[in-house]
Structure formats: C-alpha cells, structure tokens
C-alpha cells in the first residue's frame, strides 16, 4: 500500500506522514507536522511562561527561577515567584487550555466556528451561578468552583434541549444559547443590583476576567479537574472524527451518534465551567483557539492538543500584554480587544458563504 501511494500515477494526494506515540499499551497514530507543530507552540507557551516569571515590579533573573520554584535562594525571590507569579502563571495556562479544549469540541461537534462557550451561553450560566455565590457571602474557592459547573450544566442542557429538532443543528444551537446567554446575565445584572458595594466590586473585576490575586487555592482544583477530564476527552478524538463525516457515516461505523456527541458536549461544559470558576468569563479565547491551532498546524480536522496549547499561549500572552502595556487592566479585557474584531470577521465571512442563514 505505501508503495502504491507514493507512485504518481497511483494518486495525485500524497498520504500525510504518520507517527506512531506509545505509552505503555495505549498507542496514537499522528500526523507529523501536527506533532511539529504542536512542539513548536509548546515552545512558544514556554517562552511566555518564563516571561511571566521574570517580568514585573521586582525583576527576577531567570536562572534564580529553578532554585526559588524548589524552596531556594534568597526569601524574597521564593516570595515572588511561588507566592505571586508562579500560581498566576499556572493558573493563567490552565485555563486557557480548558477555554481551548472546550471550544474545540463544541465547534467540532456542532460544525460551526461560532459556537463556542462564551456565544452559547455556558460561561454566562457559569457566571450566573458564581456570582449567586459571591453575593450570598460563599466565596471559598471550592463553593465557587461546584457553584460555576453547576451553573453551566443547566444552561448547556437548556441550550441542548432548545435546540434539538431531530438532532442538533450547529446554527440553531448557536441562536438558542445567544438568548440564553443574554438571560443569564440579565440575572447576573440583578444579582449585583441586590449586593453590597464590597461583593458587587469583587464580582464585577471577576466577571472581566482576571488573573489578578490566583494562588494555589485556585491552581488546585483546576489541575484536579483537568487531569480527571482531559484523558478521556482527547481519546474521544476518534469519535469527534467519526462525527465530522456526518450521522450517517457515523452510524455505519457502529457509533452511537447522541451518546457520543452529548459526552464529548458534557466535557465541553465542564471544561469551560471550571475555567471560569478560576479566572472569570475570558472572552473569546474559546471562540479563537480553535480556529488559530487548525490554521497554523494546517489541519482541517481534529487538532485537540494544538487549541489546548494555542489557547494557554493567548491567555498567558494577554495577561503579560494587560499587566505590563495596559496598566495592569484585568486579561479579559486584553483579550476582548482582539476577540471583538475577530467576531466579527468571523459573522462577516460566515455571512459571505452563507453559513447564518
């Protein structure tokens, strides 16, 4: 078969060159320019990452780094870097590959690029949800965290529920959870005209999104989270697969199309919900990340890895860019900046090919 494919007569499309990862019995067939690429963004996250270490107030040279991160060195540099930076950093990774991950299952699975957590409702019904919890006075990380998944589950299986007509349509979906979306911060609205100055002042900077404050409380439970849904969730890659061939395709391949779909939106849901529990509702880092890591792996399929690095490298970038040019402004604001325009780029080429009917 290979020395078929690489006659020209044979094809006119070369296979793309495959990898193969092992780690213990499990086995990944990869492409290797997907494999490259996403090396390549992993560098790049590196290089943020150390700036985030380095840059601020008090300049930390990056060999001292290693020794603080180890318990270290002088006081004052292990106050910095394990107190202060280092669990914003993390914090700032974490969550811009759960915002990454999240939007490309949900764009995946429904066919369209504009659905994405933040447009379909699930970081609003999150929001809600946390910010309940904020006005009532249960601000401990954990409380907030149960309180923001709890709050995008209704709103997810609301949206689902909505938009179901025999199946789910990725434009019809995208519709119901604007609405939805637009509902559940009129209750966030009310919420703050029912609190106090001082939790209404704490729940508005969150509800920018914000890196600022993060400590190992907040580092924990999304590192939990994460490790429990990340597994499974990419080696539900091979159905996302299945799906994008269409119902019947994947029927015939002996998938149960809603079950497989309805999981693989559950993991999105709680991948976003958890990510706005630790920083807030970021803006359109979920809508993006997708949609850059295809591009620049140049892969028109499943490019799971690659969103969840791409999206860390955009939250982390724009938290240094909010911090050290913006006046240290909260990092939704520094993302919303670029993700307005590219919305509407995206309504604008979606309306050119005819996708919003």
Known sequence: MTDLLDRPEATSVRAPSRAV??????????ERRLAWTSLALLGVLLGIFALSMVLGDYPVPLADIP???????????????????????????????????????????????LASPDIVGITAGASAAAVALIVIGATSVA??????????????????ALAWRQGVDGYRLVLVGIGLSSASMAVVQYLLTRADLTDASQAMVWLSGSLNGRSWDHV??????????????????????ALQLGDDAARQLGLRVETARGLLVLASVLLAA??????????FVALAAPAIASR??????????????????????ADLVAQHLLGGLPVGVATAMVGAPYLLYLLSAATRIGVTR
């Open 21 to 30: 990862i092992r780690i213990g019995p499990l086995s990944w067939r990869v």
């Open 274 to 283: 958890v990510a706005v529990a630790a920083a807030g509702p970021v803006a």
């Open 220 to 241: 924990v439970p999304i590192t939990l989270v994460l490790a429990v849904l990340v597994p499974p969730t990419l080696l539900g890659g091979r159905s996302l697969r």
């Open 67 to 113: 020794a603080a991160v180890l318990g270290q060195g002088p006081d004052d540099i292990r106050f910095v870097v394990t107190t202060l930076r280092l669990p914003r950093a993390l914090t700032g990774v974490l969550v811009g590959a759960a915002f990454g991950l999240s939007g490309a299952l949900l764009q995946r699975v429904t066919g369209n690029v």
């Open 143 to 160: 409380t907030v965290t149960l309180g923001a998944l709890a709050g995008g589950i209704v709103v997810a299986v609301l949206v689902y």
């Open 296 to 317: 620049v792996t140049g892969s028109g399929g499943v490019a799971l890895v690659p969103a969840m690095v791409v999206g860390a490298c955009m939250l982390l970038g």
